[in-house]
């Protein structure tokens, strides 16, 4: 059964700082890896999708990577800003067919 | 385009009662997924729906049920509400079945809260 893990649960930082966001998964057998944002209350927006045979990919200042054989994904964002407060979720496809199993997620506040 | 719409936004019902949300995905997309997310966790898969077929269903009582329409809407069905029934009910869409997985583009959610 795929598990997916998200560290920090939770993560505060100053404007303008780089920061790193872990998310872990047990299965190595992925088709791909998506990341999600999502504001309080409110659904999921997409981020990033990288696929298994890819490594990263990028979108301005967020940047995914994937290592598929340790199970390990990172979301890079740069220069942080207050409206990138939220709280991200990793989530991963296994097997065919659109069924994800997401982290729990990891909630962040940029301040000024 | 409009995204995925899901309706209604917010919904308030009583133990052991019944319950219809609903999802139009995307113009031109042909899946729906349906999640639920407590507070505080991760979205769970609840069902995919493809060309109005059940594709997938995740670990959750028969209580819930899903259907897919001609237009591709599709509707969640549960019965005999529980507290534990509480949470943010969340409908995906993408292009096709995702037979090597896709982007899916989600909705913005039915808040259900059963007294």
């Known amino acids: 059964k795929q598990e997916v893990t998200q560290i920090p649960a939770a993560l505060s930082v100053p404007e303008g700082e780089n920061l790193v966001l872990n998310c872990s998964f047990t299965?190595?057998?992925?088709?791909?890896l998506q990341w999600f944002r999502q504001d309080p209350g409110k659904g999921l927006t997409s981020l990033l999708l990288i696929q298994s045979s890819q490594r990263e990919q990028t979108s301005g200042r967020l940047n995914a990577s994937l290592d598929k054989s340790s199970g390990r994904s990172t979301l890079y964002i740069a220069a942080s800003q207050p409206g990138d407060s939220a709280t991200y979720l990793c989530?991963?496809?296994?097997?065919?067919?659109?069924?994800?199993?997401f982290g729990t997620g990891t909630q962040l506040k940029v301040e000024l | 385009d409009a995204g995925v719409t899901q309706s209604p936004t917010h919904l308030i019902k009583t133990r052991g009662q019944h319950v219809t949300l609903r999802c139009s995905p995307i113009?031109?997309?042909?899946?729906v997924s349906w999640y639920q997310q407590v507070l505080g966790q991760g979205p769970q898969f609840i069902f995919q729906?493809?060309?109005?077929?059940?594709?997938g269903r995740g670990n959750f009582p028969d209580r819930f049920s899903a259907r897919q329409f001609p237009n591709y809407s599709s509707e969640l069905n549960v019965n005999a509400l529980l507290l534990g029934d509480s949470a943010l009910y969340l409908c995906?869409?993408?292009?096709?079945?995702?037979?090597?997985?896709?982007?899916?583009?989600f909705g913005p959610g039915t808040r259900l809260l059963v007294l």
């Open positions: 989530a991963v496809i296994t097997g065919g067919g659109n069924k994800l199993t």
């Open positions: 995906a869409s993408s292009l096709e079945a995702g037979y090597f997985g896709e982007t899916q583009y």
């Open positions: 299965d190595s057998a992925i088709y791909n």
């Open positions: 113009s031109g997309h042909k899946s």
């Open positions: 729906y493809y060309e109005k077929e059940e594709r």
